[in-house]
């Protein structure tokens, strides 16, 4: 089933990095100060000190909290160093979830740059209604589960755009397994024949593998499949047809898989 970001239990890549993360906050000898007085100082503290890249620290909605971005991963950091926050914060008036925007920009961001030919594409006859990106591990038992539909999904009208995401790593029989799909010469093809546990001939080719690996690892993915909506929102995990389509035309009311 696809699991909705608000309903995962969801460890971001922030948080599972919490107990270095206080140890580098904890900054020697810093007292309360004002977001004010700390806000030159504590961007520069955590950029520099975090284990993860950063991509952005800048004030929350929050008085004293600083918001840390990291790809699509939020969180929150106290003004003096001492306390991080992994949670999402709501607009209590409109009851937006900001964190949650705040991770759809950033995969929407992400994923900007990756153009049709470095994906592998399934699409509906005329015009596509949905468009989804999904990571995709070829020895995955949920995303061959999801690729057996992919008739069904066409038929719904959602177009889908598979990235490799091998969840073994650089070496892993699966990251083979993804190279030799991408050198195929019909990927559509050979990415069906692999999922169905076909073995293809190994392929030699400029491949975005290694490319689209690290993209997901920047979107917080740790597992497959990964998808991402064309508005930003993830789901984690096998999405029925049936459901995908529900979701993707009436987001706010599916809160079950079907």
């Known amino acids: 089933m696809g699991v909705r970001p608000s309903d995962e239990a969801r ?31 504590v961007r520069a503290q955590i ?57 759809k920009a950033g995969r929407l961001a992400l994923l900007a740059g990756v153009k049709d030919e470095d994906a592998i594409v399934f699409a509906p006859k005329g015009q596509a209604a949905h468009t989804v990106t999904v990571f995709t591990d070829v020895d995955c038992v949920h995303c061959r589960r999801m ?10 009208g959602i177009r889908v755009r598979y990235l490799s995401f091998p969840r073994g790593g650089p070496g892993s029989d699966s990251w083979r397994k993804a190279e030799s799909v991408w050198c195929s010469a019909d990927r559509r093809d050979a990415l069906t024949r692999a999922k169905k546990g076909e073995t293809l001939p190994a392929g030699k080719c400029d491949s975005p593998v290694a490319a689209e690996y ?26 029925s047809a049936a459901y995908l389509a529900e979701y993707l035309s009436e987001p706010a009311a599916t809160t079950a898989a079907k």
């Open 47 to 103: 950029a520099k000190r975090l284990d993860i890249k950063v991509d952005d620290v800048r004030p929350s909605p929050i008085a004293g909290l600083y918001e840390v971005t990291s790809g699509a991963e939020v969180g929150y950091v106290s003004a003096d160093g001492r306390f991080y926050v992994d949670g999402d914060v709501y607009e209590m008036n409109s009851k937006r979830n900001l964190t949650e925007d705040k991770r």
């Open 147 to 156: 690729h057996s539909e992919i008739a069904e999904l066409n038929k719904l």
């Open 11 to 41: 460890v971001s890549t922030l948080s599972r990095l919490l107990p270095p993360l206080t140890a580098v906050l904890a900054l020697a000898g810093a007292g309360p100060a004002t977001p004010e007085a700390a806000q030159p100082d």
């Open 214 to 239: 690290e993209l997901g690892r920047q979107l917080g993915i740790s597992g497959t499949p990964g998808i991402v909506t064309e508005t930003g929102e993830f789901l984690a995990g096998y999405a």
